[in-house]
């Protein structure tokens, strides 16, 4: 919870002190249209306001800087891309989610909600709390697309199956994929921007091309999603 509150602190920090850049129109289209080409407009489409922002702030700030690599640490850029995953990861595998599950169980919610969906408390987890690292358990799979909890894994396959996905018929081959997707993410990008090592503009580029560009996987994730 700490190594994630600084996370958000620096994502929101970077956002303010780009309100003005963010602000001016002809800035934002062209970021925005370089974005939608490479990710896709459906996808785009997809994602919430301020997954929006912080992949806009990544696109703003690589560019501007990029010149700059011996004299600037580009981890912000790693913070935004990560964040913006972060965010539509936990609106679809927490909060739909548990939306799904209170419809399905009502009053039973409690006793037949998976445990990871639990915090420290006894309460059901807040999105503002969820992480990259959470994704995994949440799915009942390890960090290379394995099941490793049956019940959990069966549970969220039927809210995939009813809700989530468009095709329900690879569940299993696109859920491990994508929990290995996120899994570098978190630790090539994520985890290494938020501690001491700096990020240079290589690293930087290669998170914004496995996530929004070249390999587009954040796109790729989105596409698979009905919402």
């Not at 939306?99 to 445990?115: A, D, F, H, T, V």
């Not at 949440?138 to 697309?145: A, E, P, R, Y």
């Not at 899994?183 to 091309?209: L, Q, T, W």
Request: aromatic share 10%; glycine share 4%; with cysteine.
């Amino acid at each position: 919870v700490k190594f994630k509150s600084i996370c958000d602190e620096c994502s929101a920090l970077l956002l303010d002190l780009q309100k003005d850049v963010i602000g001016n129109n002809d800035i934002v289209k062209r970021y925005t249209d370089t974005i939608i080409e490479n990710m896709g407009e459906s996808a785009w489409d997809k994602l919430s306001d301020l997954s929006k922002k912080c992949l806009l702030s990544a696109e703003i700030v690589f560019h501007d800087l990029k010149d700059y690599n011996q004299i600037f640490d580009f981890s912000g850029v790693c913070v935004q891309v990560s964040k913006a995953v972060e965010y539509e990861l936990a609106y679809r595998f927490l909060t739909k989610y548990v939306e799904y599950l209170k419809n399905k169980y009502g009053n039973q919610l409690m006793s037949k909600i998976p445990r990871t969906l639990i915090d420290e408390h006894g309460n059901i987890k807040a999105e503002d709390i969820f992480t990259l690292g959470d994704v995994r358990y949440t799915v009942g799979m390890d960090s290379h697309g394995n099941i490793k909890n049956n019940y959990t894994y069966r549970q969220f396959c039927n809210y995939a199956k009813d809700c989530m996905f468009e095709d329900s018929n690879r569940i299993q081959e696109v859920l491990a994929e994508q929990i290995k997707i996120v899994h570098k993410i978190k630790e090539d990008y994520r985890n290494k921007a938020a501690h001491k090592s700096s990020i240079d503009v290589i690293a930087a580029k290669e998170c914004i091309d496995y996530v929004i560009e070249i390999e587009r996987k954040l796109g790729m994730m989105l596409d698979s999603y009905k919402f």
